[in-house]
């Protein structure tokens, strides 16, 4: 993908993984039998990953980049990735506490500093219509980290460091494994997602820095390996999840994943599957596809308050289809008008930023070489403690040990607001994402 060049093939892409993650958390992909709305979010995690990647590019290539400054690379990163996702998630937030929708007034702040994952770890459960902000919470981790990461490997030592992520969430699952620990051990923490995320960044540098290699992911011969790849992965899971074997199943996933965003990066137009992506309903729905994964099991409860009460189940299905569909439909709708709300102000918002911005100019720049003289002298240390990051991460199942689900969390709760979702909750592990 040449630079300043737009795929549309990616906004399609966008939307189809939020909408296949709606459609699970609906009940409507058991229409087709097929529940991969897990499968989604890799694809979210690696094209988020990618992206920032390119954009934090000054922090790792050895190659010629536009000329722009340290702090206004970070202005304009933080600015454009953090302002928008926030205002977002938190425009989703506000309307669940608003409605106390599951007793969301009692776990707010948990989602608003983008702990979500760190509370299901600590409680072993799913804090109702508002538990899918477990992967906003490990993506927003992963887009505040990045660049002091990036910083502090720098660009010789950062191929390593990406496949030193990758064997570290392999080394976390096969502690879960190993330990017996629950699925929630094995999910939430920022490492599990790490093989996904250093894919996506090792994308962008193998654009960058090797673009001979890059133009090879437009091979077929590669995209029959990432087939075989999805295929074998998905087999895996509906067989040994909890074997040995399991422990490569998600990263599997990240490859395949990978090498079909590649190849669409360099320019494959994959025939039928790229004419649908390109279409002007999934191009104009992909726009929008934060906001439809924000919003989306918010809406649908407060659509089965409307219906049906606060006695409504909180499996949409056991309302009836006609409810799935009408939460789907209301869904989309409010997204669209999210993105008009929310996403768009948010662009101008980041424009105000870095405008207001450009009066501390000359401090930034001198705060940007004292920067970039402190991070050369000391990367070796660094790095050194990002690695001894990585191996505590990939460690972590061991500092929880193996207890029944929902013996915590119900301390954590106003049990006179909350709802007794775990009674009957579409959250559950086997189906929610």
């Known amino acids: 993908m040449t630079q ?11 939307a189809v ?9 609906f009940g409507l992909s ?18 988020s990953a990618y992206f920032a990647a390119r954009q934090l590019r000054c922090f790792w290539s050895s190659t010629p980049t536009p000329a722009q400054s340290i702090p206004s690379t970070l202005l304009h990163y933080y600015t454009s990735r953090v302002v928008r996702l926030g205002l977002v998630a938190y425009a989703a937030i506000f309307l669940a506490v608003l409605f106390n929708a599951d007793g969301a007034r009692a776990t707010w702040h948990w ?33 505040l980290l990045l660049p002091l990461a990036l910083a502090v490997i720098g660009p010789r030592r950062l191929p390593r460091f990406l ?13 879960v494994w190993i330990h017996g620990g629950e699925a929630f ?5 920022l490492t599990n997602s790490l093989d996904a995320f250093c894919m996506g960044v090792g994308l962008a540098w193998l654009q960058q820095e090797r673009p001979a290699w890059f133009r090879k992911l437009e091979l077929p011969a590669l995209t029959g390996v990432a087939v075989v790849f999805l295929v074998a992965t998905q087999w895996l899971r509906g067989r040994h999840y909890d074997s040995s074997w399991g422990v490569f199943i998600e990263t599997g996933e990240a490859i395949a994943l990978s090498l079909f965003f590649g190849a669409l990066l360099v320019g494959r137009t994959f025939g039928v599957l790229g004419w649908v992506l390109r279409g002007g309903p999934l191009v104009k729905l992909g726009a929008a596809s934060l906001s439809l994964y924000a919003l989306h099991p ?6 089965a308050y409307l219906f049906v009460g606060r006695e409504a189940p909180h499996e949409p299905s056991h309302i009836g289809l006609w409810f799935q569909g009408l939460a789907a439909g209301v869904s989309i709708l409010a997204a669209l008008t999210g993105f008009f709300l929310l996403e768009i102000p948010a662009r101008k918002i980041t424009t105000w930023i870095e405008s207001g911005a450009k009066a501390l100019t000359p401090g930034l720049l001198a705060l940007s070489d004292r920067f970039s003289g402190w991070t050369r002298r000391w990367q070796p240390l660094g790095a050194a403690c990002l690695a001894l ?35 009957d909750n579409p959250y559950k592990t086997e189906n929610f994402v």
Request: aromatic share 14%; with cysteine.
């Open 389 to 423: 990051l990585l191996v505590y991460g990939a460690l972590t199942p061991f500092r929880y040990p193996h207890r029944p689900i929902a013996t915590e969390v119900e301390e954590a709760i106003d049990p006179d607001s909350f709802e007794p979702f775990f009674l």
């Open 4 to 14: 300043g060049f737009r795929r549309l093939e990616i906004d399609g892409l966008r």
């Open 17 to 25: 993984a939020a909408l296949w993650v709606m459609c699970d958390h």
């Open 30 to 47: 058991a229409l087709v039998g097929m529940h991969y709305g897990f499968l989604a979010v890799r694809v979210m995690l690696v094209l």
């Open 111 to 143: 989602h608003a500093s983008f702990a979500t994952n760190l509370w299901i770890l600590k409680y072993t459960d799913w804090p109702g219509c508002l538990s899918h902000f477990w992967s906003l919470a490990v993506q927003m981790q992963f887009l």
């Open 163 to 175: 496949l030193g992520g990758i064997l570290a969430a392999l080394t976390h699952r096969a502690c």
């Open 185 to 189: 051990i094995r999910w939430m923490p």
């Open 298 to 303: 918010v809406v649908e409860r407060l659509l």
